[in-house]
């Protein structure tokens, strides 16, 4: 298991956490305990009516904090094989947001994983649950060229260990 507030890596390209990508959301996630956690402040541009945010960014952002909080407890990334959001209050443009995941079950083929979006009183504004799919060693080889080096987060290889890098 990964030290609590530990940086999380980021990649080149993600549309949540990617450096490099312009329309991208990129966010920056960390270990606190056993969760990833994230802050997650909308813009205008993720609104889907009237300063409201898109249920499909909030799920993004949903689905992007479980694989994490899955991929470093397990080791291994996944990718969501069925996912679930329940829309509790209003996500609003321009307020901040935390995003917490972690893993609920290891069921050896499938992984299950929980989700909240909070307000910055705590309020959970999303809740989400996922069934996650673990990625082949051999395909997570590839992915790891796109994490970018970043002294201040953690080492890919530390997360990862039985991937050769």
Excluded at 9 to 20: D, I, L, Q
């Amino acid at each position: 298991m990964a030290d609590v507030n530990m940086e999380l890596p980021y990649t080149k390209n993600c549309f949540v956490c990617g450096a490099h990508n312009q329309q991208g959301l990129r966010l920056r996630f960390r270990m606190v305990g056993n969760e990833v956690h994230g802050d997650f402040t909308p813009q205008p541009q993720h609104a889907g009516f009237r300063g409201i945010i898109h249920g499909g960014i909030i799920s993004t952002v949903l689905d992007e904090v479980m694989i994490w909080g899955a991929a470093v407890t397990m080791k291994r990334f996944c990718v969501a094989a069925d996912l679930n959001v329940r829309f509790l209050k209003r996500v609003s443009v321009g307020e901040p947001y935390l995003v917490v995941g972690k893993l609920e079950a290891d069921r050896g083929r499938i992984w299950e994983s929980s989700g909240e979006l909070r307000d910055r009183e705590g309020v959970v504004c999303a809740r989400a649950t996922s069934k996650q799919v673990p990625l082949k060693l051999s395909d997570m080889q590839s992915m790891t060229e796109d994490f970018l080096p970043d002294p201040a987060t953690a080492s890919v290889s530390v997360l990862f260990p039985d991937v050769v890098i």
